[in-house]
């Protein structure tokens, strides 16, 4: 509010506030977003790793008990040499007495856990790379700051990032 002070006799001082600048709210909202992505992408690999250890280990196991390389291969998804390879690293389990279709829908379950975590990162990477390129399109941050907001060297932004089309966020 404009308002007349002791001092200011006869002048007027204006008391509101400046309008925002448009760039830096457009920054701000873009660190933010990448700020928020990066957590998501951290939480998502923290989850994928105890996963795919539980994953391992049922793959050992039905190896132990018997169950079929090829078999266990096509429902894994995985190659026979990558099935073997899992059942050599695990070479301290003991029989356990899970039939063979409960051990495959075990399998079966934590594969499709795995998938849908990989599609969820690759949702993530894929809008970090439209923040990442609209930041330096639009000129609002360096690459040093958005290496710094998106968890990535500089020089694998700047390659990233190369002639990427800048959306509207």
Sequence with gaps: MAGMHQGDIGYYRYGG???PDKA???AEKIRKLLKTN?????????????????LNQ?????????????RLAQAAGLSRWTVRTIGLTYDDLLPS???????LADIAGLKS????????RA???KRRLHLLAAARRLGLMDDFELAALSGLQSEAIRKMTWGQQVQVL
């Design 17 to 19: 506030t400046p309008k």
């Design 24 to 26: 830096a709210l457009e």
């Design 38 to 54: 990066r957590q998501r992408l951290a939480f998502n690999a923290s989850s994928s790793r105890p996963l795919s250890a539980r």
């Design 58 to 70: 049922h793959i050992a196991q039905a190896l132990r008990d018997g169950m079929k390389l090829t």
């Design 97 to 103: 007495s899970q039939p063979a279709e409960q051990q």
């Design 113 to 120: 856990e795995l998938a849908e975590l990989e599609e969820s």
């Design 123 to 125: 949702a993530l990477e």
